[in-house]
């Protein structure tokens, strides 16, 4: 499936949902569902650190694809992340850098995106990024 | 917690109060707001709403330069804020009230101007492990600045000064102590009159950050014989922007100006400058005039209502709090100090503040997580940071009870 692709599917998963807190349990739920990143990449290099919640996040290039693990130490946090990855992941470098994340404000999850200063989904999604862009030159 | 002030239930009106307050009719996400965050910022009422619009409608103008009429009645309404401020502080003179852009403009001020005056290589700084950043980072930049040391007060387990340590901490070495009357992350009433006597007794001024305390409980600075006390506007009902440094007269006269420019000058030369008088050497520049007069707007508003009144019913409101979350399973309560003002904050074990926070916002319940700017303080508990739920006399029993079920519920939904 295409970044777009998955975006959609997403934007169509939550679509069921009536109100904010049935959207909430969902995203708890894919929050218990990522795959963890593993301890050792668990380091102070791989964190995104914020105001509020923290970020751990790896990525690994395997036949010319980016792929990522992540965790948080708050549930709703991871949750947010296990969407992105599910996104991103997967795809060639070129892709990820030229994606366009429309999903996060078609789900209503805006707010998200700078929660505080320094932390959110836009420094995640900022930060995958790079280590796409880190691989995509590692590969040239 | 305290109980001395417990008296008789609150005859305060909360049902008409709320009505001097529009952002409360609103609603988030279809529901009635709830506003628990009073701690970062407190909410408008009409009368300060309608100043701020009467300021620009009738007065606008600049202050202390011209001769025109609009100015001198824009200077008389911004001076005559001074003077209820000064009153409202019980200060000895009304040039003791300096205007700031907030409490953490007011603290670099006197971290740069007293230890511009005072400061030199091996003297201290008390601060406590309490403090909000802007009482820790000033006196860190000075300190580094002076090459001076900072000395920090340990609390104990309930959130308490350690009032021991304090004491052994005082030598000929500190030049200034500087400390929180209320802690903005636990809500404890640190005993700031027991410090200012200790420190007295050793010729040691003291700064008493009050931005969390001087909208909840009565401040008269010439009882605790302070020396420095700050607070900013935002917190206590008006503007943002604007913030007060009150002084003694002999340590302000004493200290250089923060900042130079206009209005703060007798004359200028070019070879040499001399400054103005007390309190316009430390206002440099148009100051916030539309906030400046504002404030005493706001003041006005809550002296009306009584402090005295105000601090029983959100004393009330803090007891109420406290025995509803107590019950909700694997809920603790950080700061258990005996005094408290304003501030409750929790922890739920296995859970991160900052998702009950994210459930709470969705059902309309404003609360802040986080360190609350207080990273020191999380380390001494080893936590990553609370759900603080602080108060305004606007609040309501109902609105903790919808708390108290909305808390639960997050719990249910994330563990």
């Known amino acids: 499936m295409t970044i777009n692709e998955i975006q959609d599917e997403l934007i169509d998963e939550f679509s069921m949902f009536g109100d904010w807190m049935e959207k909430y349990e969902y995203i708890i739920q894919l929050g218990k569902e990522l795959p963890l990143i593993k301890e050792e990449y668990k380091q102070p290099e791989n964190l995104i650190r914020g105001c509020q919640a923290q970020v751990w996040l790896h990525a690994d290039l395997q036949d010319g694809r980016v792929h990522f693990t992540a965790d948080s130490d708050a549930i709703i946090t991871k949750g947010l992340v296990s969407m992105v990855v599910r996104v991103l992941s997967g795809h060639t470098p070129e892709e990820i850098i030229n994606s366009e994340l429309y999903f996060v404000d078609k789900i209503g999850l805006r707010e998200h995106l700078s929660v505080t200063r320094s932390n959110g989904l836009l420094a995640m999604i900022k930060q995958m990024k790079i280590y796409a862009l880190a691989h995509q030159a590692k590969a040239n | ?415």
């Not at chain 2, 009304?94 to 403009?105: A, L, N, P, S, Y």
């Not at chain 2, 007060?244 to 002999?250: F, H, M, N, S």
């Not at chain 2, 994210?358 to 020191?376: E, M, N, S, W």
């Open chain 2, 1 to 415: 917690m305290s109980t001395d002030i417990m008296v008789a239930p609150s005859t305060l009106d909360i049902q008409q109060i709320r009505k001097d307050f529009p952002i409360l009719q609103t609603t988030v996400y279809g529901k009635p707001l709830i506003y628990f965050d009073n701690g970062a910022t407190a909410q408008k009422p009409w009368a300060v709403l309608k100043a701020i619009e009467d300021y620009y409608t009738h007065l606008n103008s600049n202050v202390h330069r011209g001769v025109h009429h609009l100015s001198q009645k824009a200077t008389d309404a911004y001076e005559a804020s001074r003077r209820k401020i000064a009153a409202f502080l019980n200060a000895r003179h009304d040039h003791e009230v300096i205007f700031t852009k907030g409490t953490t403009d007011a603290i670099n001020l006197v971290a740069y101007s007293f230890g511009k005056q005072f400061v030199k290589e091996g003297d201290t700084i008390i601060i406590s492990a309490m403090e909000h950043h802007s009482n820790i980072v000033p006196w860190q930049i000075m300190c580094e600045d002076r090459k001076a040391k900072l000395k920090v007060i340990p609390i104990n387990e309930k959130g308490e000064l350690k009032m021991d340590e304090f004491s052994a901490l005082l030598d000929k070495t500190v030049k200034l102590i500087a400390v929180a009357y209320v802690s903005n992350t636990m809500g404890t009433i640190n005993p700031v009159k027991d410090i200012i006597e200790q420190a007295h007794q050793h010729n040691i001024p003291v700064l008493l950050d009050a931005a969390q305390a001087v909208q909840h409980i009565p401040v008269d600075v010439q009882d605790l014989d302070v020396d420095f006390l700050v607070f900013s506007g935002h917190k206590i009902y008006g503007p943002t922007g604007i913030g007060i440094l009150y002084g003694k007269e002999e340590w302000l006269n004493q200290m250089p100006p923060y900042q130079g420019g206009g209005s703060m000058i007798k004359q200028v030369t070019l070879e040499k400058t001399t400054y103005h008088d007390l309190p316009f050497r430390f206002e440099a520049g148009t100051p916030n005039i539309e906030a400046c007069i504002c404030l005493g707007t706001a003041i006005d508003y809550i002296t009306n209502i009584g402090l005295p009144a105000i601090q029983q019913y959100e004393h009330e409101l803090l007891e109420y709090a406290t025995q509803k979350l107590s019950v909700i399973d694997k809920l603790r309560i950080i700061g258990t100090s005996a005094q408290k003002s304003g501030v409750l904050s929790f922890i739920v074990e296995g859970v991160h503040p900052y998702d009950v926070g994210v459930l709470l916002d969705k059902l309309g319940i404003a609360v802040r997580t986080g360190h609350h700017c207080t990273q020191p303080l999380m380390e001494c508990f080893g936590i990553p940071g609370t759900v603080r739920v602080s108060f305004a006399f606007y609040n309501t029993k109902e609105e903790i009870d919808q708390l108290a079920a909305g808390v639960t519920r997050a719990v249910a939904m994330l563990t």
